[in-house]
């Protein structure tokens, strides 16, 4: 099946910087890649998403970039905030990578 | 807003006992997955559905089965549950997209989770 790698596994950053989550796949095939928010406690919830037409796409605060050629596709908050804290999936055709724990110091 | 129920929130089973774990959507999508998530394995496909009757093995399959009399309801059955299948398990449901997108954005349950003993 597919193979999601995501990097890093934990991200502490300084409320303000910028947070930049890689996630790589081995599918070829795929063509829709999401970024999923999950608050502890919580279920997940779809941040942002693109598919392979395109090789970004930007939502105030949040992008995703997109290079299908070497698969792989990235999330970037920036100016964060603390309630950004939280673990972030990236999930390419409902494969789910192991997460990135995300937290931002005040 | 789309709504997906799963009927247990907390369970304890002992081994060996049969498990049903049952998940209500009210939004008509066609797609349904139950995963399993566990610390610093993410989210694992166990199985998908892409239309009533109709089920696809996911990554970890291995002792359970599903069940989808109703395109509205998916369940997960753990035939003869084990320690190894404690886990919080999600249920998850999204719009047929055509052929060449296999699926669009997930709408997931509040989650079960499943003690083993």
């Known amino acids: 099946g597919e193979n999601v790698e995501q990097h890093p596994s934990t991200l502490s950053v300084q409320e303000g910087d910028s947070a930049v989550i890689k996630c790589t796949y081995s599918?070829?095939?795929?063509?829709?890649f999401p970024w999923y928010k999950q608050e502890l406690g919580k279920r997940p919830q779809l941040i942002i998403d693109?598919?392979?037409?395109?090789g970004e796409k930007k939502d105030q605060r949040i992008a995703v970039t997109l290079n299908k050629t070497a698969k792989h596709f990235s999330l970037h908050i920036t100016e964060t905030q603390p309630e950004d804290s939280a673990v972030y999936f990236c999930?390419?055709?409902?494969?789910f990578g192991a997460g990135t724990r995300l937290t931002v110091k005040p | 807003d789309v709504k997906v129920t799963q009927s247990s929130r907390y369970l304890v089973k002992r081994t060996g006992e049969k498990v049903f774990l049952e998940c209500v959507q009210d939004?008509?999508?066609?797609?349904m997955f139950w995963y399993r998530q566990d610390p610093g394995l993410g989210l694992r496909l166990i199985y998908f559905?892409?239309?009533?009757?109709?089920?696809e093995k996911g990554d970890i399959p291995e002792g359970y089965s599903v069940s989808r009399e109703k395109k509205e309801r998916f369940s997960l059955i753990l035939e003869s549950a084990s320690t190894n299948q404690t886990s919080m398990y999600l249920c998850?449901?999204?719009?047929?997209?055509?052929?060449?997108?296999?699926?669009?954005?997930?709408?997931f349950g509040e989650g079960s989770r499943l003690t083993v003993l």
């Open positions: 693109i598919r392979s037409n395109v």
């Open positions: 939004m008509d999508h066609e797609n």
């Open positions: 999930a390419p055709d409902m494969r």
């Open positions: 599918d070829s095939a795929s063509n829709y």
């Open positions: 998850a449901s999204s719009l047929y997209t055509p052929r060449l997108v296999r699926t669009g954005e997930l709408f």
């Open positions: 559905s892409y239309d009533v009757k109709m089920k």
